[in-house]
Nanobody
């Protein structure tokens, strides 16, 4: 049973930084893609950034040059981290981790990021 655990959310002032982590465990296979999405009330989930198993990365236009994703592994747990710099109030959202393993997708429960003064 694949489990996702997100961490690192919180409150930060504009211009500040946070680092989110997503830990995927319970599978012997490495996720082909690991993705961060975000969502605000009343809106659809927005793709923030993803990284493939082969190291390819892609970012949403609103976060490019401010956010960076990278992956590593601790035992059988695959980790997707996202460094978020120069945060803006419009980055306020619930951030969700999504992983794709074989032909299945898994979602985390989300972590809240609030950017305000």
């Amino acid at each position: 049973q694949v489990q996702l655990a997100e961490s690192g959310g919180g409150w930060v002032q504009p211009g500040g930084s946070l680092r989110l982590s997503c830990a995927a465990s319970g599978s012997t296979r490495s996720p082909s893609v690991m993705t961060w999405y975000r969502q605000t009330p009343g809106n659809q989930r927005e793709l923030v950034a993803f990284m493939t198993k082969d190291g390819m990365k892609n970012y949403g236009s609103s976060v490019k040059d401010r956010f960076t994703v990278f992956r590593d592994r601790a035992g059988t747990t695959e980790l997707l981290r996202m460094q978020m710099d120069d945060l803006k109030p419009e980055d306020t959202a619930t951030y969700y981790c999504n992983v794709r393993i074989a032909d299945r997708e898994y979602w985390g429960h989300g972590t809240q990021v609030t950017v305000s003064s």
